[in-house]
């Protein structure tokens, strides 16, 4: 069975701090991996990565796969109250049946 | 906004009753796909529509069915509610077949099973 888990579950930094998201994940048929921000209701798409090494990069936050250890982080620096969210991996598997199965979120509170 | 939209955004149902949620994908997207996301948990893939037809699913029993409509838009049907059918449904439409394998979720609609 495929399965996706995050670490940390939650936490709680201050305004300025960088942080760190955990994605580790064991699936057949691996095709991508995703990053997605849920705030209340709708995930919103952060980053797709599919090759090992490269980083991507949106303004204060990157992300990077690692497809021979299984896992990717998501940095987020210099963080603001607005990153307050739910943070999902997702990975994508499977030929032309493609699914994400997800992990269950690392909730971030940032404090003023 | 992803262009992705759901209705309706909240529904209240009984044990037993059946239930019907609405999905239109993003334009130029031809693909739907369905999740159930429990409280506290990361949503859970329930089944894939590709030109009108299922294109996989997920460990959810045959009361979860579905359809997609030759607009690409999609329904979600759940029959004989159970108090565990409780939660967030997401839609996310894609476009399968070029290399767009990113899934764009719409708001979601709230289902609350007493």
């Known amino acids: 069975e495929d399965k996706v888990v995050q670490s940390p579950l939650s936490l709680v930094v201050h305004e300025g701090d960088t942080v760190t998201l955990n994605c580790s994940y064991e699936?057949?048929?691996?095709?991508?991996l995703l990053w997605y921000k849920q705030e209340k209701k709708a995930p919103t798409f952060l980053f797709m990565l599919?090759?090992?090494?490269i980083e991507k990069k949106s303004g204060r936050l990157s992300s990077i796969l690692d497809k021979k250890e299984l896992f990717s982080i998501l940095n987020i620096t210099a963080t603001q109250t607005g990153d307050s969210a739910v943070y999902l991996c997702?990975?994508?598997?499977?030929?032309?049946?493609?699914?994400?199965?997800f992990g269950k979120g690392t909730l971030l509170t940032v404090n003023p | 906004e992803t262009g992705v939209t759901q209705s309706p955004t909240h529904l209240i149902k009984t044990r037993g009753q059946q239930v019907t949620l609405r999905c239109s994908s993003q334009?130029?997207?031809?693909?739907v796909s369905w999740y159930q996301q429990a409280l506290g948990q990361g949503p859970q893939f329930i089944f894939q529509?590709?030109?009108?037809?299922?294109?996989g699913r997920g460990n959810f029993p045959p009361r979860f069915s579905g359809l997609q409509f030759p607009n690409y838009s999609s329904e979600l049907n759940v029959n004989a509610l159970e108090l565990d059918d409780s939660a967030l449904y997401l839609c996310?439409?894609?476009?399968?077949?070029?290399?767009?394998?990113?899934?764009?979720f719409g708001p979601g609609t709230r289902l609350l099973v007493l």
């Open positions: 996310a439409s894609s476009r399968l077949g070029q290399g767009g394998e990113t899934q764009y």
């Open positions: 699936v057949t048929n691996f095709r991508s």
């Open positions: 599919t090759s090992s090494g």
């Open positions: 997702a990975v994508g598997s499977g030929g032309s049946n493609y699914k994400l199965t």
């Open positions: 334009s130029g997207h031809n693909t």
């Open positions: 529509y590709y030109r009108e037809e299922e294109n």
